[in-house]
């Protein structure tokens, strides 16, 4: 089983920044690849960013150039730095990790409007 603790969601204007964070309970070592997936209403939900094991990152093109995910081994926990948000990022955002199975968190809202 992975647990994974999500904060640093909420309300910013259009061209602000946002960090979210992703705790897991386990070492990201052990974790093929985690993840930030996001939903907004009426969407289906999407990967936005990921990084595996050894530290190879991946991005939806809507998000290249102003996101970044990264990790702090030390702490099990995944970040992912959003800048120049857009009011069409808004959405929840989920953690995933891929073990042998596929965990989620809870979700975190981000909302950006001015």
């Known amino acids: 089983q992975v647990q994974l603790v999500e904060s640093g969601g909420g309300l910013v204007q259009p061209g602000g920044s946002l960090r979210l964070s992703c705790a897991a309970s386990?070492?990201?070592?052990?974790?093929?690849?985690m993840g930030w997936y996001r939903q907004a209403p009426g969407k289906q939900r999407e990967l936005v960013a990921s990084i595996t094991s050894v530290g190879a990152t991946n991005y939806v093109e809507s998000v290249k150039g102003r996101f970044t995910i990264s990790r702090d081994t030390a702490k099990n926990t995944v970040y992912l730095q959003m800048n120049s948000l857009k009011p069409e990022d808004t959405a929840i955002y989920y953690c995933?990790?891929?073990?042998?199975?596929?965990?989620w968190g809870q979700g975190t809202q981000v909302t950006v409007s001015s």
């Open positions: 386990i070492s990201v070592f052990t974790i093929a690849s």
């Open positions: 995933n990790a891929r073990r042998i199975s596929i965990y």
